[in-house]
């Protein structure tokens, strides 16, 4: 797989990353062993640069991904984060950006992941109660005694990433960005590029939407978050299947999976571009990987942009609940 750099002087990870939060929750039951199965062939397949965080499990996620990198650590780009809190009661999640917790967070990602070091290590949410600036000089400290590498910030207004650049460089913005989720064009994007930082679509297929098996919530299993998203609720997943219907008629003339094409059409929005979605099976891992050989002409772009309009999508990404942890 060809690589790609991560922002202007950052290092060189694999064009598509993978997401590794499903192979632990929010999709249906575990299973560790395929999930295992899934990272050792994302590093066959060139997939170097995987993607968790301390709060996915909570922090069984690391510890599932430290496992299965052991032996193979000098071929990762190995990011995680911290700052956000999942309460296990089942009550709402919270943040944290203190300094404190930043280094006490990142000493048991260590620990769990079994490294030396974190190659990106990304603040999950901004915490209000915490200046950005205090939150980004603990994270530098980490940079200086070698526990991280590089910094990463998710879910960022513009403004935060400029105040936090201004403390130490920000060398990727993970948000969400899809065909469906084309909001960080008009604010963060942007705002990385004049930065020179690189841009880390999550949920790229619009969480499985675009792979266009999701056709109703009754085959979902009971736990599968998605059944508490707008854009999955009645009525609006009504409407936006005739998006990945669209998006389907391409594909086939591409000679593609819906997926893949939604891979590709994100690939082609920039070279500072680098999609990690997630998989926790083989299959799908292999179908995501085979979207870097998907080629899209101009008039491809146009006829896909046609087929899904910016504000065509039915529902909002997340509840009113989730997005008051986020900077819009």
Not at 6 to 35: F, K, N, T
Not at 86 to 111: F, K, Q, Y
Not at 122 to 146: K, N
Request: charged share 25%; aromatic share 6%.
């Amino acid at each position: 797989m060809k690589p790609r750099r991560l922002g202007r002087d950052g290092p060189l990870v694999s064009a598509i990353g993978l997401g590794c939060m499903g192979m632990s929750q929010s999709y249906g039951r575990p299973d560790e062993a395929e999930a295992v199965a899934t990272l050792h062939r994302a590093l066959d397949l060139g997939i170097t640069f995987l993607d968790t965080a301390d709060v996915y499990g909570p922090f069984t996620n690391e510890e599932l991904v430290g496992r299965a990198i052991r032996e193979r650590r000098d071929e990762v780009f190995l990011a995680t984060k911290c700052g956000l809190l999942s309460d296990t009661s089942g009550g709402p999640m919270g943040v944290d950006g203190s300094p404190d917790h930043i280094r006490a967070a990142c000493h048991a990602s260590l620990r769990r992941l079994g490294v030396q070091t974190i190659d990106l290590y990304y603040l999950h949410r901004v915490d209000p109660r915490t200046p950005i600036e205090e939150s980004v000089r603990a994270m530098a400290g980490l940079v200086d005694e070698g526990k991280v590498r590089y910094l990463g910030l998710s879910e960022v207004s513009p403004r935060t990433l400029r105040r936090a650049h201004a403390v130490h460089p920000i060398t990727a913005v993970q948000s969400e960005y899809s065909l469906w989720t084309r909001e960080p064009e008009a604010g963060v994007l942007p705002a990385c590029r004049e930065l020179g930082v690189g841009f880390v679509p999550f949920s790229p297929l619009g969480r499985g939407f675009f792979s266009g098996t999701v056709r109703t919530l009754e085959g979902l299993p009971a736990n599968d978050f998605r059944r508490r998203l707008p854009r999955f609720q009645e009525g609006n997943l009504g409407e936006n299947l005739g998006l990945v219907d669209r998006l389907g008629t391409i594909a086939r003339e591409k000679g593609c999976t819906p997926a893949q094409l939604a891979l590709a059409w994100l690939l082609a929005q920039g070279d500072d571009i680098v999609p990690i979605p997630g998989t926790k099976r083989r299959k799908f891992l292999e179908e995501n990987a085979a979207a870097t050989e998907v080629s899209l002409s101009a008039s491809d772009l146009e006829r896909i942009g046609a087929a899904i309009p910016k504000g065509s999508v039915a529902g909002d990404r997340y509840s009113p609940e989730s997005f008051a942890l986020i900077e819009r």
